[in-house]
Structures are given as structure tokens and as C-alpha cells.
């Protein structure tokens, strides 16, 4: 199974792993990181990789961060760009995380990905469109 | 004035500097400056894919860094620049540019520093940078964020380190 790897600026890692345990359980293979603001990037580096270390079972490891171009990011892409089978994805929200939660055993990093990503962008909607969608339909 | 800022933060280009900064200044031209980082192609490659869209990014060494900041070219243009430590501040200086400002953004704990804020810790070599530049008239600031005051911290790196600040 792909091992997932949350990192974020403070807590929010942590808290998406907790909202995520209230609505599927506990999840295998998912670890949290989170970046302190005294932290070096190569502190949070380290981190990344003793949590890739911890969740990778042979199948590669998609690392979720919180946003593009910042810390989390940096340094999840300096490590991922030095070993094979390692995946970061921005953007990280609930329901990306749900959807690994429930759908990833047997698949490889490449189709994990591809269900991250779509999961994490469809699920961006408002309520106006939602119900605009539905009278359509209907 | 080409060089609208010049700021030493670990942490180069991320979160800080492209949410905060860049939408306080009207930023076009990223410059990042460290001999190390220069070096290396992998950091080059991704300190250049985390451009924002409105700014271009370079990775010079100090020495073409300064170069740049005093051809023609660098005229037309607003630039950020962005190095690792104090020293590198210093050897801008000694180069040859002309910076009125030098700010303190995210300096973290490495060997042998010492803590001055949750997210500044100083090196003996780093305060020296500073008291070089701070002699030469140049202000200190240690600013996070562009909303943080712009006030003076050389007093207080000399209050808290005054072993090494003096």
C-alpha cells in the first residue's frame, strides 16, 4: 500500500488526521509533520524523511502538503526529488485525504496520485452552484 | 532605487515572501544569493519552479549577484533579494552593493547559535556580520512580516549577545 505523508505549517497536518479519524477510523500508513517556526528547513527535511521511513511499505509514498511554494512544500520536494516512488501534492484538504483513506490499497503511486488530485479538486464547490447543478437535473 | 529590499531568511522563497512580501511590494524580480545554493542544481531548479507569476526568479552566486545589481539592466526593475545568513549580507556589502537596509527574516537554530526570538537565532560570525554592517550605517531590521515595524535591532542583538556583539 502507498504510504501517505501529511506536512504542513503548524498543526494543521495533525488536525486533518484527526477530523479524517472522526469520519473513516484510523488510517494505515498515514503520518503527520508539521513545521515549527524556528524550525531549519533541513530540521523539517529530516522529519520527512523519518516519516517516509516509517509509512513506505515498498509501493512509494505520496507526500501531502499544504501549500505550493512554502516551506512544507520546499523541503517535501528537495526530499522527493532525491529518491524514487515519492509524490508531493499541494493543496491538501479533507476530502483528498478521505478518499486515500478508503481507496488505496492495490493501486500503485501513479493511479494514488491521479485519486488525490481529483479528489482534492472536485470536492472545491459552492452551495449556489450545488444547488443551480441539482434543479438542472432535476 | 533597483533593489527594493534585501532580507536573510533561511527559508529563501516560501510561504513568507510569496503571499506576504510579494503582494506588499511590487516585486519583479526575485534574486536568491548564496554561494552554496548557487551551487546546487537541484535548489536551482526548484527555487525557480516556485516563482510566483507576477516575478522572475534567479539563483546567483554573491559575486554575480552584486554584478547584476549594478548593471543597467537591474535599473528598470524592482528586486527582492534573498540570501541564507548574515555573512551573505555582508558580502554583498563588501562586493560592492549599495544597501541602505538589510533585514532579518527566519534565521533558525544551527550549531553553535544562540536564541534571540523563536525565529531568530544568531551564530558569533552572523553578529559580527551584523556589527559590520550596523558600523557602516546600515540599518538592522528584523522584520517577519512586511506589517512588523521597521525599528532598529541592533540594540537588541547587542542586548542579548553582548559577548559577541562587541
Given at each position: ?22 469520519i ?10 508539521s ?13 520527512i ?73 472536485t ?16 | ?48 519552479a516556485?516563482a ?23 535599473e ?13 549580507g ?15 527574516g ?9 536564541k ?32 512588523d ?18
Amino acid at each position: 500500500m502507498v504510504g501517505i505523508v501529511l506536512v504542513s505549517h503548524g498543526s494543521m497536518a495533525e488536525g486533518m488526521m484527526d477530523a479524517a479519524r472522526m469520519i473513516v477510523g484510523s488510517m494505515e500508513s498515514v503520518v503527520s509533520v508539521s513545521l515549527k517556526e524556528s524550525d531549519a528547513a533541513e530540521d523539517l527535511m529530516a522529519r520527512i524523511e523519518t516519516a517516509l521511513l516509517e509509512v513506505d511499505q515498498g509501493d512509494g509514498v505520496l507526500i501531502l502538503v499544504d501549500a505550493f511554494g512554502a516551506s512544507p512544500f520546499n523541503a517535501s520536494a528537495r526530499v522527493a526529488m532525491q529518491r524514487k516512488n515519492v509524490e508531493v501534492i499541494t493543496g491538501m484538504n479533507l476530502p483528498m485525504l478521505l478518499e486515500l483513506a478508503v481507496q488505496r490499497e492495490g493501486q500503485d503511486l501513479g493511479a494514488v496520485t491521479q485519486t488525490a488530485l481529483q479528489a482534492g479538486t472536485t470536492s472545491i464547490r459552492t452551495l449556489s452552484q450545488t444547488l443551480k447543478g441539482n434543479s438542472a437535473a432535476g | 532605487m533597483p533593489v527594493i529590499h534585501v532580507r536573510m531568511d533561511n527559508r529563501l522563497i516560501h510561504g513568507q515572501i510569496l503571499v506576504s512580501w510579494n503582494s506588499a511590494f511590487k516585486i519583479q524580480h526575485i534574486i536568491v544569493t548564496n554561494d552554496v545554493v548557487a551551487g546546487d542544481p537541484l535548489q536551482v531548479t526548484l527555487l525557480k519552479a516556485v516563482a510566483p507569476l507576477t516575478a522572475k526568479v534567479s539563483v546567483l552566486s554573491i559575486k554575480d549577484c552584486v554584478a547584476y545589481c549594478n548593471s543597467p539592466e537591474a535599473e528598470k526593475e524592482n528586486i527582492f533579494i534573498l540570501a541564507k545568513y548574515p555573512e551573505d549580507g555582508l558580502a554583498l556589502v563588501e562586493g560592492g552593493l549599495n544597501m541602505p537596509q538589510l533585514n532579518l527574516g527566519n534565521q533558525a537554530f544551527v550549531r553553535g547559535s544562540k536564541k534571540i526570538s523563536d525565529t531568530v537565532f544568531l551564530t558569533e560570525s552572523g553578529v559580527k556580520a551584523l556589527k559590520k554592517m550596523h558600523e557602516r550605517g546600515i540599518r538592522i531590521t528584523c522584520r517577519m512580516m512586511p506589517s512588523d515595524p521597521d525599528s532598529d535591532y541592533w540594540p537588541t542583538v547587542q542586548k542579548t549577545l553582548p559577548d559577541w556583539a562587541q
